[in-house]
């Protein structure tokens, strides 16, 4: 079935990036869903007021969820400003600002394992490579790669600019952003090294996570959670911190997690399912 119809026409949009194109421009190769029919329509041409959308109906093979703003659960951070979460598979693991202090969770939970000093000064940013803890700190300004999850460190090297406030790891590369040069810098893999950068939506980027497709970024001075479209500064949604000052966020293979240091508390959010 072919069918042209006008951006917006009632179709609930999600942009998915077809995975046999390496460029994609505007919208083509892009997919949306008729969440009452079920029909999937993909992008086929690139007229700009009137794109051909072909469409199809079949069983859908599986869901691409956004995080929104609804909360499932919160509980209080350890101590009075939560700076940076980071998951390591099977425990949250948060740092404090003013403790300097980094905590190991049970599981995603206010109860705490155990805790250990952070390497140097004012900890704003964890993030988990799979093996290793990472963590950054502004009075250092430095990124510090663990060993392990404990406080022994096996290498550190020089943040990009001079406030570092959050990291994620994207499976390949580690990604750091900073408040004053007001970007997201994608290093080349655990390293100094810069593969590209880019600016942040707003002014005072302070969280970072990736949740196997997507970007996600926290931002101090708009108080907004934005979803980027893959790794770039493309968002694709964003909603509304559930307090004041959002200053970190994390990924637990189901559910965005973020920390606010207006409340002092912890958020787990709920997801919004699309195609």
């Not at 859908?60 to 400003?81: D, E, K, T, W």
């Not at 994390?250 to 919004?272: M, P, Q």
């Amino acid at each position: 079935m072919i069918d042209q119809i006008r951006p917006f026409s009632g179709f609930d949009y999600i942009y998915k990036e077809n995975p046999t194109l390496t460029v994609n421009p505007g919208r083509i190769g892009k997919t949306w869903l008729n969440l009452s029919t079920g029909e999937i329509f993909i992008c086929t041409d690139l007229t700009p007021d009137f794109n051909v959308w072909v469409g199809q109906l079949g069983t859908m093979v599986r869901y691409y969820s956004l995080p929104h703003g609804q909360i499932m659960a919160s509980f209080s951070s350890p101590s009075s400003n939560p700076s940076g979460l980071a998951f390591d598979g099977t425990n949250l693991i948060s740092c404090d600002y003013n403790s300097e202090k980094i905590y190991v969770h049970d599981g995603v939970s206010s109860s705490i394992l155990t805790s250990f000093s952070t390497p140097s000064r004012y900890p704003r940013g964890l993030t988990f490579d799979g093996t290793n803890l990472i963590s950054c700190e502004n009075g250092s300004e430095k990124i510090y790669v663990h060993d392990g999850v404990s406080s022994s460190i096996l290498t550190s090297f020089s943040t990009p600019s001079r406030y570092p406030r959050g990291l994620t790891f994207d499976g390949t590369n580690l990604i750091s952003c900073d408040s004053d040069s007001k970007k997201i810098y994608v290093h080349d893999g655990i390293s100094s090294t810069i593969l590209t950068s880019f600016s942040s939506p707003s002014r005072y980027p302070y969280g970072l996570t990736f949740d196997g497709t997507n970007l996600i970024s926290c931002d101090y001075d708009s108080k907004k959670i934005y979803v980027h479209d893959g790794v770039s500064q493309n968002i694709l949604t964003s909603f509304s911190s559930p307090s004041s000052y959002p200053s970190g966020l994390t990924f637990d293979g189901t559910n965005l997690i973020s920390c606010d240091n207006g409340s002092d508390k912890i958020y787990v959010h709920e997801r919004a399912d699309n195609i």
